[in-house]
């Protein structure tokens, strides 16, 4: 299936490896021209090279911290004219409630929730005046079934859903769509930190707990990014022009609903 966004250009925020690479990778695929960025520059310019090399397409690398007014206006100057925004950023790290203060719950706040308003503010409008437009939020499952251990991101992810839910219906009409990806457990270094977490506080190995985490899984393994990645540049085609506002899961079938 062609989905018809060859020679649009893209913003991939945290993509140089994970579920961001997946993305900019699919995207790139479809013959999208991209803006990736991370905090490493070496890591990033690496991949950066490796996606020029296979899929022959504009990559401009910009290393910034987007979580910060300087990162992203550095991020925004390189990136011009964007047709299609991927908002993602690293979570806030987990634990128990008592362990978090207000401090904690900014950071958490301005990482996973201002960082892709700001971004969001920033290059819609744009779209819009043009007719077209795709906004793609990593999110979580956990803003569908939040996950104890991670009250930070529950907290953060949860607001930018419900910013989502409203923007995303005033803006629709212009052609712009804008929706949440929600991943669960994916083979990406987010997920090996909570496994060792896990083994440290059950007192046993990594593969110990690695392996008891994923038996109990649905499909009995994790995720890949490229298939994370998929989603993701099937929600920014053409073919995907009627879906706004949606909070996509894929974690495959851990979160048990009905709608």
Known sequence: MDFGIKGKRALVCASSKGLGRG????????????????RTADVLERTAQEIRDQYGVEVIAVAADITTEEGRAKVLEAAGQIDILVNN???????????????????????????????IKALVPAMMERGWGRVVNITSRAVRAPLAPLGLSNSARAGLTGYVAGTSRQIAKSGVTMNN??????????????????????GISFDEARAKRIAGSVMGRDGTQDEFGAACAFLCSTQAAFITGQ?????????????
């Open 23 to 38: 993305c900019a990778e699919a995207l790139a695929g479809e013959g999208v021209n991209l803006v990736i960025n991370s």
């Open 89 to 119: 950023a690293g979570g806030p790290p987990p634990g128990v409630w008592t362990d978090w203060d207000r401090d904690d719950f900014i950071k958490a706040l301005d990482a996973n929730m201002l960082t892709p308003i700001a971004l």
């Open 181 to 202: 990806l929600l991943p669960g457990m994916h083979d990406t270094d987010r997920v090996k930190s909570l496994d060792e977490n896990a083994a440290k506080a059950q």
């Open 247 to 259: 909070n996509l899961l894929a974690d495959g079938g851990e979160v048990n609903l009905t709608m």
